[in-house]
Each structure stands twice: as C-alpha cells, then as structure tokens.
C-alpha cells in the first residue's frame, strides 16, 4: 500500500512512511529473526552472517513501530501537519524514532549471537540501559497519545472530503482494535481477525487515493446493523435452546437436535424484522440526515397523490429537494401544455418558474 500511495501521490509523505514501516516492522524483523535461528540454532555453521540477521531482528520493529503511532496519525491524510503549533511535536517525534531505535541496536551489538536467539522477545538487557529504554519508549506512548488528540482536532474541524478520508482511517482502526481484543479472548477468533491485519493500511490507502470516500457511511451503517443483529440473533438463540432444554426436562451436555433445530429456525424468522428495525435506530442514530429524508420523501409521495392545486403542488416539491438534497439553489420550471390539449390554450400558455 505505501508503494502504491507513493506511485500515485508522492508529494504525499505517508506513502513513503508506510513503506518504511512495511520494511522495518515486518520484513527485516521477520527475515532476521528466521534467519538468525536457522544459521544460529537449526544448523549452525551451514549458512553466514546469523549472529548479524539476529541482531537485526531485535531491533528493527523500533522504526516501524514509533512512525506508525505517531506521523502517520499526525499526518493523515494529507500529508501536512494539523496546524503550525504541531512542530514541536513533530521533531520531537523525529528525535525519538532515531534515538530509541538507535541505541537500542548500539546496546544490543555486543550481544548478537546465541544470546539473542532464546530472547526474541525480550532483549537480555539491565540496569540503566533498561530504564532509559523504559522512558524513551514511554515518551513514544504519550507522543503517540498527543498525535491522536490532533488527529482528533482535526476531525472535529474537517469537512467535506477530508472528513471522509478520516472516516475511513477511524473506522479501520476500530475495526482492527475489536478483532484484536476479541482474538485475545477467543483464539479461535484469530482466524477471521488475520484478514483484518490489513484494514488500516488498505483503508488509509483508499482515503489518500480518494477512491469511493462516500462509501464509507454506508460501510458503517452496515457493519452497526449486522454486529448489532449477529448479537441478538446469538442470544435469542441460546435462550430459546435454553429455554427448551428445562422445559424437555433439565440442562444436559448436549441439547437434543430438536432444540437447536427450533432455535434455529426463530433466529432465521427473525432475521428480515429484526435487521429492519436495527437499520431504522441505526439510520435515526448514526445517519439522521439519510432517515430524514426517507422520511420527507414517503411523506411527500402520500400527499402527492392527495394534492390537486399545482402552486402548492411545486412549492412542496421545490421545500422537499430542499430539505433532501441541501442545494445552494433550486428552481422547478413546468413546461407548456401541448398544442390541442385540455386546459390552458397554447397561444396563452406560458412557462413558469419558482425559486426556493
């Protein structure tokens, strides 16, 4: 995604960002660990340059990891700061994402060998290197901590196109969040949550290209609907299996066919009612502008079969594209009754033309 964000803006930063947190954060940490252990420990002696590759894959994660959680939060999605008041913070991040990366290769130097091998995930350091590594990795949190308030900042300000870029970067992010959380409580989980290891980066790449932005409200509105609707289907199915089993005579290890083929079949029922109604609280929530004017246009097709005065007629329909559509100006122009037709005759009739 950074190669390709990179071919298509590179004024813009990011792209070149992600691409060094794609090199540093997987591929010379994987490569480096791997190969380490094979020259190291696997078969020693048959293959050159393990303890070097080890020591590479202990520390290069450092880079990846402090430009993920602080330019490319403090960047997206145009690439500039959120304002001039955030240079301190830039450089200061700059700083740290030289300095943690590179005295932690310099401590670890002396080590590479067999002792990083057993110790990739914890490099075998004390003492006073330890602390000052402690801080300046807690310094990268807070930095992180502070790019998100101005990502923050610069949401609550942004309009039009640049808030849909952060839509798709927020909604990416918290999608990734939950699949991470809920893998560590059901590893089985893990499963479905690795596809979704590329949702930042393929959303983040989707709003810098600019590709379908408006998508993503409807995006959103589906995945409230049917995480909402997967829950309720979930308990209205384990309570009528729960249900049945008592009433079939107690909770036994395995509840018989005939109860989860009936609980089945009342989460199946409700599938089509339910989804409707959580797409109504979803929309009258989270899209009011959308269910606002559903509504206004049901209400305008009853009165219009209903209504037979034409100025009132045009004036309600130039209100409702106005209420639905939020033009900066509207106009509805009829055209002339036709030559020999009832009503109005053609040498009298005229245009006419009403602005809202």
């Excluded at 190969?35 to 078969?43: D, H, S, V």
């Excluded at 300000?157 to 999608?175: N, P, V, Y």
């Excluded at 083929?261 to 929530?285: C, E, G, K, S, Y």
Aim: glycine share 8%.
């Amino acid at each position: 995604m950074g190669a390709l964000i990179a071919t298509h803006r590179p004024d813009n930063p990011l792209g070149w960002i992600f691409c060094a947190v794609g090199l540093f954060g997987g591929g010379l940490v994987t490569f480096g660990t791997m190969y380490g252990e094979y020259a190291l420990r696997t078969a020693p002696g048959t293959v050159p340059g393990g303890p070097l590759a080890i020591w590479l894959g202990q520390w290069t994660w450092a880079p990846g990891v402090a430009l993920l959680v602080t330019f490319v939060l403090l960047l997206f999605p145009d690439g500039h700061l959120p304002s001039r008041r955030w240079r301190p913070v830039a450089w200061l991040s700059a700083l740290v994402t030289l300095l943690y990366p590179g005295l932690l290769a310099a401590l670890l130097w002396p080590l590479r060998g067999p002792a990083l091998v057993d110790q990739a995930a914890e490099a075998p350091l004390g003492g006073w290197p330890a602390k000052v590594l402690d801080m300046l990795l807690l310094l990268i949190a807070l930095l992180g901590l502070a790019c998100l308030a101005g990502l923050a900042a610069r949401f609550r300000r942004a309009r039009g196109m640049e808030r849909q870029q952060l839509k798709w970067f927020l909604f990416a992010s918290a999608i990734t969040l939950v699949s991470i959380v809920a893998s560590q409580q059901q590893p089985v989980l893990r499963l479905v949550t690795v596809p979704l290891v590329a949702a930042i980066p393929v959303a983040t790449g989707i709003a810098i290209l600019r590709y379908q932005l408006y998508d993503i409200d409807r995006l959103i509105s589906r995945t409230l609907v049917y995480a909402l609707l997967t829950a309720l289907l979930g308990v209205v199915y384990a309570g009528v299996v729960l249900v049945l089993v008592q009433l079939s005579g107690g909770i036994a290890t395995k509840p018989p066919n005939w109860a989860v083929a009936a609980a089945t079949l009342a989460a199946a029922a409700m599938f089509q009612p339910a989804r409707r109604r959580i797409q109504q609280a979803v929309d009258r929530r989270f899209n009011r502008g959308r269910y606002d004017a559903v509504n206004t246009i049901e209400a305008f097709s009853t009165r219009l079969r209903e209504q037979v005065d034409l100025d009132a007629l045009s004036t309600e329909l130039l209100a409702v594209a106005d209420q639905t559509m939020e033009p900066t100006r509207v106009s509805l122009w009829l055209r002339s009754s036709p030559h020999g037709s009832s009503g109005t005759p053609r040498s009298e009739a005229r245009p006419t033309t009403w602005a809202y």
